[in-house]
C-alpha cells in the first residue's frame, strides 16, 4: 500500500479547511502537487505545503493510506467525498470528516467534530473517541442523510445524529451507526437506518422515524409518548442479519407519522 | 396668517415589531423636527417614534475611537478607517439588519460578498429554528388579513403577544371583527401553550400549562393522539392525557385553524426539533380541517433580512462567504456559534444590539477586535465599538421597504429629517462598500 504522511507543522486561528485531503486528490500526484493544493483559511487561499509536512509517495487511490499528525482538531473536511483507500487520522479532527464519503475508510484516533460522516454514502469511518452533534446526518434542509455504510463511535455522539438516515432495500443500502451513548433527537427522522447504542441516550430518540431500527443497550432519559409497548425480545436481529443478544423492550414508533408502522425502538429491559 | 407648527403624516408603517401596524399618525413639530405625539401606536412603537428626537442618546455625527474614547469624526474618515478593518480582515463577521429596510440589507448582502466575510442576520438568535424546521417539512401558511377574515380556533403557544406584539390581538388574531367572523372575539376560540400564566393566557379560553423545555414530547402526544394512538402515559409534559384528548377534538372541530408561536417553542431545549413537529402537527390537522401556522417574528424587519438574504445568496441567514461562493450552516457560521469558538477579527454590526442579548463568552470575542456599529442610539454594543456611524431611522427619518411576519411588503414613510449629520443605512453601507472596493483595488 503505498502510503503518504502529513504533518501539520503550524498553529492557525481559524479553521483550515482541506476538503483537498483525501486519498481521491492525492492519487497519482506527486508530494510537490500535493503540497501545492489549496486549503482555506478564512477569506485567504494558502498552500497545503505551506501548514504541512508531506512525505511519502502516493499511488493508486484504492492503494493508498494518508496518515496525519499533529494536532488538527481545527482542520474541516478531511476526506471529503472519498470513495476508496483509507485515511488515519492520530488526532482529534475538525468538523465535517469524511462527510460524503462512497468508499474506503477513515480511521481517527481521537475526537470529532460536529457533522463526522455526514450524508456517508458508503466506505466507513471509524473515531476511537467521542464525536459532535449531527453524526451521520443529513446537512440542511436534505430528505436524505446517510444512505449507507458504517459509522462506529467508541464514545459519545452528540444531538441529532443519522437524521433522515435512508435505506433502500431495492439498491441493498443499509446505513449503519454504532455508538457508545448519544445525545438527544438521535435517528429523528429516520427512514431506515440502523443505530446500535452501547449506554444511555438523551431524551426524543427516534423521533419522527418512519421506518428503521434503534437498539438502545442503556436507558432512554425520556422515551417518546408516541411509542407503544409491543413486548419483550431476548434477541434483536438488524436488517444486516446481525444479531443482539439481550433483554430488551420493544416499542413500534414513531405513532405520531403513522398509525401501524414498522419503525422499532428497543431499549434494555 | 399663523403659520401651523405640526404636521400630521397619517397611515404611518411602525417600524417596531413584526406586526408593522400600518394605521399611525405621527405629529411632528416642524420647526424642531421632533416628533410631538403618535396615535394609534401601542406603547413600544411609540416610544421608538419619540427616541429619534435628539437625545444625549442618540449620535448624531460620526464617532471613532482614539485614545480610548469615541470622539466625533467626519464622515470620510469613518468611512475610510472603517473599510480598512474590513479589509484587513480574513474572517468579518456582518451581523444585524433586522431593524433596518431591504435596500440596506441587500447592500449589505454585497457588502460580505466582496469582503468574504460571514453575513448573519438576527434570526441567528430567534427564529432561525423555524427558518430550519421549514426547510424540512415545508410550511402551511398564510397572511394576517386571510386569518383575521377567516380563522376561528386560534393557538399561542409559546408566545406572549400581549406584551411582545401588543397590536397583534387587535388587528388580526384575537379581538378584531373579520369578514366572516362578524362577531370579532366571540367568534374565535383561543388557546394558549405556555409554562407560564402569561396575560395573554389569562385572557384565552383555554389554558394549557406545560412544564418548560417538553413542548416537544406535547406536541408529539397530540399529533399520535390525533392519529387515533392511545397514549400509554396518564400525562405528558404536565399536561393530564384527557386534557390532550380534548385538546386534540377542538383543534379537529376547527374549521379554519392557526398557529401563532414565538420564541418559547423557538429558543427552548429541542429548538428547531419543535418547530418541526409542529408544522407536521399543521400537515396532519389538514387531514381533518384547514389549518395554518405562522411564526410571531420580532424585529420589524427581520423577516425581510430573511426574504432579502434568500433572494441574493439561496440562504437566509448564517452564510460564509469566505470561498467566493455563499455556504450556509447554522451552528458552524452562525455569529454566536462562531463568536464561542473565536473564529472572527473583525465585526460590522448594523441596527441591532448583540451585547444585550447574545451569550456573554460570545460578546467578550465581540469586543476583542475591531467592531463597527452602525446605530443610531447608545446601546451596550455601540459604546464598546471603535467606529459608530450614525444613521436615518428607516420609517421615521427615511423610506424603504419592510416585511411584516407573514411575509408581507410594505413600504416605510418618511415623517421627518433625522437629526445632525445622520445618513441612511444604504447610503452609509454604499459608501462602505465604494471604499472597500476601492481599497482592495476591484
Ligand atoms: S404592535 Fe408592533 S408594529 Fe404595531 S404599533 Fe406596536 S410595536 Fe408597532
Same mark, same amino acid.
Given at each position: ?28 500526484? $506527486? ?41 488538527? $482538531? ?17 488526532? @482529534? ?54 444512505? @449507507? ?34 445525545? $438527544? ?14 449506554? @444511555?441516550? @438523551? ?67 | ?9 397619517? /397611515?404611518?408603517?411602525?417600524? &417596531? ?76 463577521? *456582518? ?19 466582496? *469582503? ?6 438576527? %434570526? ?135 398557529? &401563532? ?25 389538514? /387531514?381533518?380541517?384547514? &389549518? ?46 462562531? *463568536? ?45 465599538? /471603535?467606529?459608530? *456611524? ?11 421597504? %419592510? ?40
Amino acid at each position: 500500500m503505498a502510503e503518504i504522511k502529513l504533518k501539520l507543522k503550524k498553529t492557525h486561528k481559524f479553521p483550515l479547511e482541506a476538503d483537498v485531503i483525501s486519498t481521491d486528490v492525492f492519487a497519482g500526484k $506527486s508530494n510537490d502537487e500535493i503540497k501545492a493544493l489549496e486549503l482555506y483559511l478564512g477569506n485567504e487561499v494558502v498552500q497545503l505545503g505551506e501548514f504541512f509536512d508531506v512525505t511519502g509517495k502516493s499511488g493508486d487511490a484504492n492503494e493508498l493510506k494518508i496518515i496525519i499528525d499533529g494536532d488538527v $482538531s481545527n482542520v474541516k473536511r478531511i476526506g471529503e467525498k472519498m470513495t476508496a483507500g483509507e485515511i488515519e487520522i492520530n488526532s @482529534d479532527i475538525g468538523m465535517h470528516v469524511g462527510n460524503q464519503m462512497k468508499g474506503g475508510k477513515i480511521i481517527v484516533h481521537g475526537d470529532a467534530d460536529d457533522w463526522a460522516g455526514a450524508m456517508l454514502k458508503g466506505g466507513e469511518l471509524i473515531i476511537e473517541g467521542n464525536a459532535g452533534h449531527y453524526t451521520g446526518s443529513a446537512y440542511r434542509g436534505f430528505w436524505k442523510g446517510m444512505e @449507507d455504510g458504517i459509522i462506529r463511535v467508541k464514545g459519545t455522539i452528540g444531538n441529532e445524529s443519522m437524521l433522515w438516515a435512508r435505506n433502500s432495500k431495492k439498491a441493498n443500502k443499509w446505513p449503519i451507526l454504532y455508538c457508545g451513548a448519544a445525545g $438527544s433527537f438521535l435517528g429523528i427522522h429516520n427512514h431506515g437506518g440502523t443505530i446500535i447504542v452501547e449506554g @444511555d441516550v @438523551d431524551r426524543c430518540a427516534g423521533a419522527d422515524q418512519a421506518w428503521g431500527t434503534i437498539v438502545i443497550k442503556g436507558s432512554v432519559s425520556r422515551k417518546l409518548p408516541s411509542y407503544k409497548k409491543v413486548g419483550e425480545v431476548k434477541e434483536v436481529e438488524l436488517p444486516n442479519g446481525e444479531k443482539i443478544k439481550g433483554k430488551f423492550i420493544e416499542y413500534s414508533g414513531d405513532h405520531s407519522v403513522k398509525k401501524e408502522t414498522n419503525g422499532r425502538l428497543y431499549i434494555a429491559a | 396668517m399663523v403659520e401651523r407648527k405640526i404636521k400630521t403624516v397619517y /397611515d404611518v408603517i411602525c417600524p &417596531f415589531c413584526g406586526t408593522l401596524c400600518d394605521d399611525l399618525e405621527v405629529d411632528v413639530d416642524n420647526t424642531t423636527e421632533k416628533v410631538v405625539e403618535v396615535r394609534n401606536a401601542c406603547q413600544i412603537g411609540t416610544a421608538k417614534y419619540f427616541s429619534s428626537n435628539p437625545s444625549e442618546h442618540r449620535y448624531e455625527k460620526p464617532m471613532i475611537r482614539k485614545d480610548g474614547e469615541l470622539q466625533e469624526t467626519t464622515w470620510d474618515e469613518a468611512i475610510d478607517k472603517a473599510a480598512d478593518i474590513l479589509v484587513k480582515s480574513k474572517r468579518p463577521l *456582518l451581523y444585524g439588519f433586522s431593524s433596518t429596510e431591504c435596500e440596506a440589507q441587500g447592500k449589505g448582502v454585497e457588502l460580505a460578498e466582496t *469582503l468574504g466575510g460571514i453575513l448573519d442576520n438576527t %434570526a441567528s438568535v430567534c427564529h432561525g429554528p423555524t427558518l430550519l424546521a421549514e426547510q424540512d417539512v415545508g410550511v402551511p401558511s398564510s397572511t394576517l388579513g386571510e386569518y383575521k377574515n377567516r380563522a376561528d380556533t386560534v393557538v399561542f403557544w409559546g408566545c406572549n403577544p400581549v406584551h411582545a406584539h401588543p397590536r397583534h390581538l387587535g388587528r388580526y388574531s384575537e379581538y378584531v371583527r373579520g369578514y366572516f367572523k362578524k362577531d370579532g372575539r366571540n367568534d374565535r376560540f383561543v388557546i394558549v401553550v405556555d409554562p407560564r400564566n402569561t396575560h395573554t393566557a389569562q385572557i384565552a379560553d383555554l389554558f394549557v400549562q406545560v412544564n418548560p423545555n417538553e413542548d416537544y414530547e406535547l406536541m408529539n402526544a397530540i399529533r399520535a393522539t390525533l392519529r387515533g394512538v392511545e397514549i400509554e402515559e396518564e400525562e405528558v409534559s404536565g399536561v393530564p392525557v384527557e386534557k390532550i384528548k380534548q385538546l386534540v377534538d377542538i383543534l379537529k372541530k376547527a374549521r379554519y385553524g392557526v398557529i &401563532f408561536f414565538g420564541m418559547g417553542l423557538t429558543q427552548t431545549l429541542a429548538h428547531h426539533r419543535n418547530i418541526d413537529t409542529a408544522i407536521c402537527l399543521i400537515r396532519e390537522l389538514n /387531514d381533518h380541517t384547514k &389549518f395554518l401556522i405562522t411564526p410571531m417574528r420580532g424585529h420589524y424587519n427581520v423577516t425581510g433580512a430573511n426574504q432579502v438574504f434568500s433572494w441574493n445568496t439561496g440562504y437566509a441567514y448564517s452564510i460564509d462567504f469566505s470561498r467566493g461562493y455563499p455556504r450556509y450552516n447554522p451552528g458552524e457560521f452562525s455569529s454566536v456559534d462562531l *463568536l464561542m469558538r473565536d473564529e472572527i477579527d473583525s465585526s460590522l454590526i448594523v441596527a441591532s444590539d448583540p451585547a444585550s442579548n447574545f451569550p456573554a463568552d460570545s460578546v467578550k470575542t465581540l469586543f476583542k477586535y475591531p467592531l463597527i456599529a452602525i446605530e443610531p442610539h447608545e446601546t451596550p454594543t455601540s459604546v464598546f465599538a /471603535d467606529i459608530v *456611524l450614525p444613521p436615518q431611522m428607516a420609517g421615521i427619518e427615511c423610506v424603504g421597504t %419592510a416585511y411584516r411576519m407573514d411575509s408581507v411588503p410594505l413600504r416605510l414613510r418618511k415623517v421627518k429629517d433625522a437629526p445632525g449629520d445622520c445618513l441612511s443605512d444604504l447610503e452609509i453601507l454604499e459608501r462602505l462598500l465604494e471604499k472597500v472596493k476601492e481599497k482592495i483595488g476591484e
